[in-house]
């Protein structure tokens, strides 16, 4: 079932894209997310054999850096708002492939994106090349989404230890201690933006944001995570064990950590929303596909007035989600203030609907919507799991208050 784009006609070049991204999202994202999400190890998904290096290479043979990196794609002549329409459409048409390996490949490239914002062509060229796997790593045990809360704000310390530290050392900074389990492709990269508690020696708390390489002395992984949901994404902990990085490392000091973490997390609530909206969206198609084909009491049950009313609200739920996340990218891509309780509201309402749609069409498919021989328990797991990676919806929401 086609969803009409109700906002703008879309331009030749963004149809072509979108055709691109759609066949990559149902030829190879769809495909290899049900056999990485039936592996019974998460530790078989990131083996040397796994389709899942395959994936990200095709991933990165699309070009999208042209589309979605902000220098790449000002030198193809593309506006702010371009840039934002392209972004919108290929997360929702990589989150209806799988969300998952869409969150994998978003996140893969947030060190090339914290090297862009230093300005420093030689992190850039460390940090920015094809050849760099890299995560965000910014939760940590005992801090979580509470950093909406405290670790943004100047000279406030959050409560209890910080779980990892940078004390300066001269023109180096010493790393120690770790990273949550939830860093998604915290277990294969191999470059991390690193957000974390800072010591400059001045006895003034603060955070700073790094960029750190992952494969030297001092730095070693956990296991990876064992989820009900997107376990396509690989997630797991890091530590650090007295990693020592240049100074020059350091892209965005503890004066400028709370506008620059308030940016990477109105940019990353929003592409949530979009993803997940593309999420929402793979359930009402699976469920309307399905209602057309099932027979009970002689005609497909989509004939049948309350399963045709509760597709429509479905519908209804994913095209108001479609709308905020959309304009809240568009708005924050091109604004001089970007605004993080509009993102917040976008991922909010986002994944919640994505999860309400997706349980709806289980509801539709019966019996057999609990079966794994069928997509949609696989679709209603991963929305599950969206509510409370990057940031638990309840605490977003109170973060996004604050703000009002």
């Known amino acids: 079932m086609p969803m009409i784009d109700l906002e703008t006609e879309l331009s030749d070049e963004e149809r072509a894209i979108q055709e691109t991204i759609h066949r990559f999202a149902a030829e190879v994202m769809r495909p290899a997310g049900i056999k990485l999400d039936a592996l019974a190890d998460p530790a078989d998904?990131?083996?040397?054999?796994?389709?899942?290096?395959?994936?990200?290479?095709?991933?990165?043979?699309?070009?999208?850096?042209?589309?979605?990196?902000?220098?790449?794609?000002?030198?193809?002549?593309?506006?702010?708002?371009?840039?934002?329409?392209?972004?919108?459409?290929?997360?929702?048409?990589?989150?209806?492939?799988?969300?998952?390996?869409?969150?994998?490949?978003?996140?893969?490239?947030?060190?090339?994106?914290?090297?862009?914002?230093?300005?420093?062509?030689?992190?850039?060229?460390?940090?920015?090349?094809?050849?760099?796997?890299?995560?965000?790593?910014?939760?940590?045990?005992?801090?979580?989404?509470?950093?909406?809360?405290?670790?943004?704000?100047?000279?406030v310390e959050q409560p209890g230890r910080p779980n990892c530290i940078a004390r300066k050392d001269g023109d180096s900074f010493v790393i120690s201690g770790q990273k949550a389990a939830w860093v998604s492709n915290g277990t294969i990269a191999t470059a991390a933006a690193l957000f974390t508690a800072v010591d400059m020696g001045d006895g003034q708390p603060g955070n700073g944001a790094f960029l750190v390489p992952l494969d030297g002395p001092g730095v070693s992984r956990g296991k990876p995570l064992d989820k009900i949901g997107q376990r396509a994404l690989n997630q797991g902990e890091i530590f650090f064990d007295g990693v020592r990085i240049p100074a020059s490392y350091m892209v965005v000091p503890p004066q400028m950590y709370p506008i620059a973490a308030d940016m990477v997390l109105t940019q990353a609530n929003g592409g949530m929303g979009v993803t997940f909206v593309g999420v929402a969206r793979a359930a009402l198609e699976l469920a309307v596909d399905y209602a057309k084909e099932r027979i009970q009491g002689g005609v497909p049950i989509i004939e049948h007035q309350s399963v045709r009313l509760r597709l429509f609200e479905m519908f209804r739920k994913v095209e108001a989600a479609r709308a905020l996340a959309r304009r809240v990218v568009m708005y924050n891509s091109t604004s001089t203030a970007p605004q993080l309780h509009y993102a917040i509201a976008s991922k909010v309402t986002a994944t919640n609907t994505c999860f309400e749609v997706a349980s709806s069409a289980v509801q539709i498919f019966g019996g057999n919507g609990l079966s794994r021989e069928y997509p949609i328990e696989k679709v209603m797991r991963d929305a599950r799991a969206s509510m409370i990676e990057d940031g638990c919806n309840d605490i977003l929401s109170l973060a996004g208050a604050e703000r009002l």
């Open 45 to 155: 998904v990131i083996a040397k054999d796994s389709i899942l290096w395959d994936v990200f290479e095709k991933h990165r043979a699309l070009g999208l850096d042209e589309a979605t990196d902000p220098a790449k794609a000002a030198e193809q002549g593309l506006t702010p708002l371009q840039q934002a329409r392209l972004r919108c459409i290929i997360a929702e048409e990589q989150g209806w492939g799988d969300s998952g390996l869409a969150i994998g490949f978003g996140v893969d490239g947030f060190p090339g994106m914290l090297a862009q914002i230093s300005q420093n062509p030689e992190l850039i060229e460390r940090f920015g090349g094809p050849d760099v796997r890299g995560c965000w790593a910014i939760t940590e045990p005992d801090h979580g989404s509470d950093t909406l809360f405290f670790g943004m704000k100047p000279g």
